[in-house]
């Protein structure tokens, strides 16, 4: 007989975002065509049980977690490679963006974090172009941020991106994050406008910026050993699943930032576009 392998998804985000979706649509796949093979279970939100959001990089990489999706800048430490694509204005628009991690580019950065953390890079979720929201004042140039104090993900150059502008800086994990928001102690920050809306911080910040400075992807990540200890046919039907499960949630971000900005004006808050 058969042992049943189990398959454990998971992220840092509720089950209704593009993410979560988008995992969902991967377990419902296997479960479709390994239906006797495969055991899913889903853990949408880490942070829901008192982790950070950065330890889903060592949660999927001893494989408490097969497969997770995180944010590229978080890996910037271990993987500097990964600095060039934090870098402000990058790339145009979303087609540009999305076909240089499809592409050349994509392949060099999974085979840089592939020699650095016992991942299997499966691909690119998209977590798209990131703008500034803040409690203070409108923002339309760089003095207005002067001596504001921004969350920034773990990349030293999104630090050193909003230093120029002269702001304060501070890297700090989404969790403490989402606190010092709601406390008042943390004057601005910057995400999608879905992120904004998921974490609710359009209750607490009345201004938002459409800057789209950094464009940003969410690597899906799966726990190598367990990956290559799957039957052949299991490794097979999950890769050709992902390209699919990419297209679905890109689709849905799309759709999600128009939700978001409908949400945000809804709120009451001021919308700005540079």
Same mark, same amino acid.
């Given at each position: /007989?058969?042992e049943?392998?189990?398959?454990?998804?998971?992220?840092?985000? &509720?089950?209704? *975002?593009?993410?979560?979706? +988008?995992?969902?649509?991967?377990?419902?796949?296997?479960?479709?065509? %390994?239906?006797?093979?495969?055991d899913?279970?889903?853990?949408?939100?880490?942070?829901?049980?008192?982790?950070?959001?950065?330890d889903? /990089?060592?949660?999927?990489?001893?494989?408490?977690?097969?497969?997770?999706?995180?944010?590229?800048?978080?890996?910037?430490?271990?993987?500097?490679e990964?600095? %060039?694509?934090? #870098?402000p204005?990058?790339?145009?628009?979303?087609a *540009? +963006?999305?076909?240089?991690?499809?592409?050349?580019?994509?392949?060099?950065?999974?085979?840089?974090?592939?020699?650095?953390?016992?991942?299997?890079?499966?691909?690119?979720f998209e977590?798209?172009?990131?703008?500034?929201?803040?409690?203070l004042?409108?923002?339309?140039?760089?003095?207005?941020?002067?001596? /504001?104090?921004?969350?920034?993900?773990?990349?030293?150059?999104?630090?050193?991106?909003?230093?120029?502008?002269?702001? !304060?800086?501070? #890297?700090?994990?989404?969790?403490?994050?989402?606190? /010092?928001?709601?406390?008042?102690t943390?004057d601005?920050? =910057? !995400? &999608?406008?879905? !992120?904004?809306?998921?974490y609710k911080?359009?209750?607490?910040?009345?201004?938002?910026?459409l800057s789209?400075?950094?464009?940003l992807?969410?690597g899906?990540?799966?726990?190598?050993?367990?990956?290559?200890?799957? &039957?052949?046919?299991?490794?097979?039907?999950?890769?050709?699943?992902? &390209?699919?499960?990419?297209?679905?949630?890109?689709?849905?971000?799309?759709?999600?930032?128009?939700?978001?900005?409908?949400?945000?004006e809804?709120?009451?808050? =001021?919308?700005?576009?540079?």
């Amino acid at each position: /007989m058969t042992e049943v392998i189990q398959i454990r998804l998971g992220g840092y985000g &509720p089950p209704t *975002t593009t993410h979560s979706r +988008a995992l969902k649509f991967i377990g419902d796949r296997l479960e479709k065509e %390994f239906s006797n093979l495969v055991d899913i279970k889903y853990i949408w939100n880490i942070m829901d049980f008192g982790y950070l959001s950065s330890d889903i /990089m060592w949660l999927t990489e001893c494989g408490v977690l097969t497969i997770s999706y995180q944010s590229t800048s978080y890996l910037t430490k271990r993987v500097p490679e990964l600095g %060039f694509v934090d #870098q402000p204005f990058l790339f145009p628009d979303i087609a *540009t +963006a999305r076909a240089a991690f499809d592409g050349q580019l994509g392949k060099h950065l999974m085979s840089c974090i592939e020699s650095q953390y016992n991942f299997k890079v499966l691909g690119f979720f998209e977590n798209g172009f990131r703008h500034i929201s803040n409690r203070l004042r409108p923002v339309t140039k760089p003095d207005d941020l002067v001596d /504001m104090k921004i969350r920034m993900l773990s990349s030293d150059i999104h630090s050193r991106t909003f230093e120029l502008l002269g702001a !304060n800086p501070i #890297q700090m994990d989404l969790t403490e994050a989402i606190d /010092m928001v709601k406390a008042g102690t943390l004057d601005a920050q =910057e !995400n &999608p406008l879905a !992120n904004t809306i998921t974490y609710k911080v359009h209750k607490y910040h009345r201004y938002h910026t459409l800057s789209g400075h950094f464009y940003l992807s969410r690597g899906l990540w799966a726990h190598r050993n367990s990956i290559e200890e799957w &039957p052949e046919e299991l490794r097979s039907g999950l890769e050709d699943i992902i &390209p699919e499960s990419i297209e679905f949630q890109r689709g849905l971000a799309i759709e999600e930032e128009e939700v978001a900005r409908r949400e945000i004006e809804g709120e009451g808050c =001021e919308i700005i576009e540079l």
